[in-house]
C-alpha cells in the first residue's frame, strides 16, 4: 500500500513537465474551487481544524498550528502538498469527501514552485467570524431579580424565593425548619469541620433570642476551625501534598502554603485577592513574604526526581498542569481538552490553549526560606563572622572530601575494628547513597582524628622551640573550630516552602503539534479565549494580568462557579452538578436564575466568603429538615429542586475529626508542620522507596485529618479508605462511596481504637455517674441529640453482654486495653468494665449517625 502511494506521487511528478509548457495555474480560477470543494469544509470561516484557513491566500500563506501551508518555492517542503499526497508519513486529506487527483494534485504542486502567487485579498472571501456560542456558561451574567411566590412567609432571604418559585411551580411544599440540635451540628460540620460542643448545644437550645440562630452563625465563622474548613475544600483543588510525587516520591515542605490558606479564609480574604495572590503574588508591586508563600499554589504540581529523565519534559507536564488546574478550579472548563487539538465540544482552540500556557511557562521554581527579622539578623550577625573564621580556618584544618574520602580508603580491616560503630555504620553505606548528615559525620570524625594526631605529633617533637609553635597553632584551630561549630548551632534554620517566580530571561512558546513538547508548531504570545471577555489593556500579558483577569466581573464563569461549588459544600450538589465542567458537556443548571444572582451577589460583596457562607447558612432553604420524603420519589428522586436538605457521609479528614472531638483528644491547635498519627504496618510494603513513618507522639499524635502528612504514592489509608484524593491533578469535588472497609476501618484501625478509648476514659471520668449517664453522654458527644428509650435499651444490653462476656476472659481484656496504648483509662473500674466501655466506645463511633451531615 505504501509503495502504491509512493508509485502515484512519481505519476504525479511525470505530469509536471507536461503541464509546465501550459499556462501557470491561477489560484483564483484554478485552485479555489478545489479547496472550496474539498478543504473549506474543516478549514474555513466557521471552522479551523489545526488553526488553518484554506478560503484565501493569505490564510494558507499565514498557516495554522503548524505554520505555513505553502512555503513558496518549495512544494516538497510545503505541508498542504504533503497533506493531498500523504508524504512525510502525512494522513491523506480530506479524511472523507472528494480527494484530490493526480492531476489537480500535479497543478498544486506547479502553482507552488511557481512561487504560489495570487491575490492576498480577494473579495469572494468571507471574513473570519468571531466566536459565538448561545451556550449558557459563556453569556453574561444577568442581574436577576427575585421572584414572586405564594408562601411568602417561608422566605427568609432571596434565595428562598428562587427555591421556593420552582417548587410551586412543580407543587412541592419544602420541608420543615430541622429541629436546634440538627441545626448546630450540621451548622458546625459545614462551617468548621468539628461537631458542636455539649456546652454550645445547651446554650443555642436555650437562647430564646429571634436571632439566635444568626448569632450562632456569627460565632461559627469567627471561628478560627472556620479557616481549616474552608481551606480542605481548597487543598483539594490546589492538589497540595507533602511529597513530590511519581515513583520516588521524595518529600518537601509546603506546608507554610496550607497555613497561608487556612489564615487567609480566616481573615475573610477577598477571593479576587485570594486569586491574585496565588497566581501572581511575586508579580505585584514589592510582594510580601505571604504573598510569595501564597504562590505555592502552582507548586503543588508533581516532581520526577528518577534518575534519566529529560528535566524539560517534566517541565513542560507542570506547566500543562498548572493550565488544566487553573482552567478547571476558576474557569470551570475542561480546559486540557485543549492541549492535542481544538476542543472538540467548547469554543476553545488549541492556540488559545497554548496562549494560555504562555502565561506559566515563564515561571521559575525557587525555594523560598523564611525567617523572621530578628532571625535575618542574626543570620547576617552569623555569616559575617563566619567569613572571618572560615579563611583563618582554612590555612589550619585542610580537611576536605577528598582527604575524607583518601582516609576512608586507608582503613584496613584492623583499622576498621578501632573505628566508632557509627563510623563503621557509615562506611557501609555507598558513597552515592550517603545523606548530607552522614557525609558531615565522617568529615567531622575525620577532624577530630586529624586534630588528634596533630597534638600526638606536638607530643613526640623533640624540638621544643617547634612543639612550642605547633601547640599555639593547634590551640587557635580547636578555638576556630569550636566558635564555627557554635555559629552553625545558632545559626537560625530556616523554614522553607516551594514558591513561583517570573523568569528574568523569558522563554519562547508554541504551540505542541499533538501536545508534545518536542514537536514545535509556530509561535504564541500570552492571551485568553475569544469566547470570553478580553483581558483589560495592558502594556504587559503576564500572570498577574490573567489572575485580575479571572476576577474580572465581567467574567461570565469565576463568579458562577465559585458559587456553584460553596452551594454543592452546603446542599450536597451544586446547583451546576458538573461544577467542573461548565462547557456544552456539563448539566445545565437546576435554577439558572439563582445561580446568577448568587455570583452577582458573590461579586458586588466584594468576593468575601464569610459573607456569602452567611447568606446561604442563613436561608430557610439550608435549615430545611434532611428527612426522606416519599411523595418527593417520584418527582425529585435526587432532590435537585431542594425541598428537603440533603445528608451525606462526612469527609475523610472529617470523619477522624469528628471522634478526635468526641473522644476529647482532639488537639485544637490551627496550623503548623504535617503530623503522623498511627498507621497500620507494611502501608509501603509496595513503594518504590520506604517511607520513614514514625508515629507522633503527644498533642501533635492528635491533630486534625487535614494535618495528616500526605505521601502522594502511599497515603494514610483511612484517608484513602473514605474517598480523599490522590493529591496527582485538581480535585473539585469528592466522590462518596460506601464500603465494609469503613465500618472495618472505624472499628479496627489503629488511630480509631484510641479514639475509642479516649472517649471510653471521658465516660469514665466522673466515677459518680451512672452507666445510664454514661451512655446518654457518650452518645450526645458523637452524634449531639439524646438517645431514644429504645436506642439507650438497646446500648444498655450491650453494655451488660460485654461486661460479662470479659468478666472471666483477662487476656482479652488485657489485649482489648492495650489496644488504645498510649492512650490509657483512669478509672476504679474493674479492668473487664474499663474493656467493656471501650467496647462501647466503638459501637458509638462507628454510627452511621456519627459520620453524617444531617
Not at 568 to 581: A, M, P, R, S, Y
Not at 771 to 787: I, K, M, S
Amino acid at each position: 500500500m505504501r509503495a502504491a502511494r509512493w508509485l502515484g506521487i512519481g505519476c504525479i511528478w511525470a505530469i509536471v513537465p507536461m503541464l509546465a509548457a501550459a499556462a501557470p495555474p491561477d489560484f483564483e480560477r484554478d485552485l479555489v474551487p478545489l479547496l472550496n470543494r474539498s478543504c473549506v469544509n474543516c478549514h474555513g470561516p466557521e471552522q479551523q481544524r489545526g488553526g488553518l484557513r484554506l478560503d484565501s491566500l493569505a490564510a494558507i500563506l499565514e498557516g495554522g498550528n503548524s505554520g505555513p501551508a505553502v512555503i513558496a518555492g518549495k512544494s516538497a517542503e510545503s505541508p498542504l502538498l504533503q497533506a493531498l499526497t500523504g508524504a512525510e508519513d502525512r494522513a491523506i486529506m480530506p479524511p472523507k469527501g472528494e480527494r484530490f487527483t493526480a492531476d489537480q494534485v500535479a497543478l498544486v504542486q506547479t502553482w507552488i514552485d511557481g512561487g504560489a502567487k495570487g491575490n492576498l485579498q480577494p473579495k469572494s472571501v468571507a471574513p473570519k467570524t468571531p466566536v459565538r456560542t448561545t451556550h449558557w456558561a459563556f453569556q453574561p451574567v444577568k442581574q436577576q431579580q427575585p421572584p414572586a411566590v405564594k408562601r411568602f412567609d417561608w422566605v427568609r432571604n432571596p434565595i428562598d424565593a428562587f427555591i421556593l418559585a420552582k417548587l410551586e411551580a412543580n407543587g412541592i411544599a419544602p420541608s420543615p425548619e430541622a429541629d436546634r440540635i440538627t441545626l448546630i451540628r450540621r451548622l458546625s460540620l459545614d462551617l468548621r469541620g468539628l461537631p458542636p460542643t455539649i456546652e454550645e448545644i445547651q446554650a443555642f437550645e436555650q437562647d430564646s433570642r429571634p436571632d439566635a440562630y444568626e448569632r450562632l452563625v456569627d460565632q461559627f465563622l469567627a471561628s478560627p476551625h472556620y479557616g481549616e474548613r474552608l481551606a480542605r475544600f481548597w487543598l483539594d483543588q490546589a492538589r497540595y501534598a507533602d511529597s513530590h510525587g511519581y515513583t520516588i516520591d521524595g518529600p518537601r515542605s509546603i506546608w507554610k502554603y496550607r497555613d497561608w490558606v487556612i489564615d487567609s479564609f480566616n481573615q475573610d480574604k477577598p477571593f479576587d485577592a485570594f486569586t491574585i495572590e496565588q497566581l501572581a503574588g511575586d508579580l505585584l508591586p514589592q510582594p510580601t513574604q505571604q504573598q510569595l508563600v501564597a504562590t505555592g499554589f502552582h507548586r503543588n504540581t508533581q516532581i520526577n526526581q528518577e534518575g534519566g529523565i529529560d528535566p524539560e519534559q517534566f517541565r513542560v507536564e507542570s506547566v500543562i498542569d498548572r493550565v488544566n488546574t487553573t482552567g478547571s478550579v476558576w474557569l470551570g472548563l475542561t480546559v486540557g481538552c485543549a492541549q492535542c487539538h481544538d476542543h472538540k465540544f467548547d469554543p476553545l482552540s488549541q492556540r488559545e490553549y497554548y496562549r494560555l500556557y504562555a502565561y506559566f511557562n515563564q515561571c521559575d521554581e525557587p525555594t523560598l526560606d523564611l525567617l523572621t527579622p530578628a532571625e535575618q539578623k542574626r543570620k547576617r550577625e552569623i555569616a559575617a563572622r563566619m567569613k572571618v573564621i572560615l579563611p583563618k580556618l582554612q590555612t589550619l584544618d585542610r580537611t576536605s572530601p577528598a582527604l575524607v574520602e583518601k582516609w576512608e580508603r586507608s582503613q584496613t580491616d584492623s583499622s576498621r575494628e578501632q573505628l566508632h560503630p557509627a563510623v563503621r555504620a557509615v562506611f557501609e553505606v555507598a558513597e552515592n547513597g550517603r545523606s548530607q548528615e552522614q557525609k558531615a559525620f565522617l568529615e567531622n570524625t575525620f577532624r577530630s582524628i586529624d586534630e588528634f594526631r596533630q597534638g600526638m605529633g606536638i607530643l613526640s617533637s623533640r624540638n621544643t622551640l617547634s612543639a612550642t609553635a605547633q601547640t599555639s597553632v593547634l590551640k587557635t584551630r580547636i578555638k576556630l573550630s569550636r566558635e564555627l561549630a557554635s555559629l552553625k548551632q545558632n545559626d537560625p534554620v530556616a523554614i522553607t516552602t516551594l514558591i513561583v517566580r517570573e523568569r528574568k530571561t523569558p522563554r519562547e512558546n508554541y504551540i505542541h503539534l499533538g501536545g508534545d513538547f518536542l514537536r514545535k508548531g509556530v509561535a504564541v504570545q500570552p492571551g485568553t479565549p475569544a469566547v470570553l471577555p478580553e483581558l483589560s489593556a495592558s502594556p504587559t500579558q503576564s500572570r498577574l494580568e490573567l489572575a485580575r483577569w479571572l476576577v474580572d466581573g465581567r467574567n461570565p464563569l469565576t463568579g458562577r462557579v465559585l458559587a456553584n461549588r460553596i452551594w454543592g459544600h452546603l446542599f450536597g450538589l451544586g446547583i451546576v452538578e458538573t461544577e467542573n465542567d461548565f462547557g456544552t458537556q456539563g448539566t445545565p443548571p437546576s435554577h439558572p436564575e439563582l445561580l446568577d444572582w448568587l455570583a452577582q451577589t458573590l461579586i458586588e460583596e466584594r468576593w468575601s466568603l464569610k459573607r456569602f457562607h452567611r447568606l446561604l447558612v442563613t436561608s430557610a432553604t439550608y435549615r430545611q429538615r434532611s428527612n426522606h420524603r416519599t411523595d418527593l420519589v417520584s418527582i425529585d428522586p435526587r432532590n435537585r429542586l431542594l425541598a428537603r436538605q440533603s445528608r451525606h457521609r462526612l469527609e475523610a479528614e472529617i470523619v477522624r475529626d469528628v471522634t478526635l472531638a468526641a473522644s476529647g483528644l482532639l488537639s485544637p491547635k490551627v496550623g503548623g508542620p504535617s503530623v503522623f498519627p498511627p498507621q497500620p504496618d507494611g502501608v509501603y510494603r509496595f513503594t518504590q522507596v520506604n517511607k520513614n513513618w514514625k508515629a507522633s507522639q503527644g498533642p501533635d499524635r492528635y491533630r486534625r485529618g487535614m494535618y495528616t502528612y500526605f505521601w502522594r504514592s502511599a497515603p494514610h489509608p483511612a484517608l484513602t479508605t473514605f474517598d480523599a484524593p490522590d493529591a496527582s491533578a485538581t480535585c473539585t469535588r469528592r466522590i462518596r462511596s460506601n464500603t465494609p472497609l469503613q465500618a472495618l476501618t472505624l472499628l479496627n484501625d489503629q488511630a480509631f481504637v484510641e479514639t475509642a478509648h479516649g472517649l471510653a476514659n471521658r465516660l469514665l471520668r466522673d466515677t459518680a455517674a451512672s452507666d445510664r449517664d454514661r451512655l446518654v453522654l457518650g452518645f450526645r458527644l458523637c452524634v449531639a441529640r439524646t438517645p431514644t428509650e429504645s436506642e439507650l435499651d438497646t446500648l444498655q444490653r450491650f453494655l451488660s453482654a460485654q461486661k460479662q462476656d470479659l468478666l472471666n476472659r483477662p487476656q482479652e481484656v488485657a489485649a482489648l486495653l492495650a489496644g488504645g496504648n498510649p492512650v490509657v483509662i483512669q478509672s476504679p473500674l474493674p479492668e473487664s468494665e474499663r474493656a467493656a466501655w471501650c467496647q462501647v466506645a466503638r459501637v458509638l463511633l462507628n454510627l452511621d449517625e456519627t459520620i453524617t451531615r444531617e
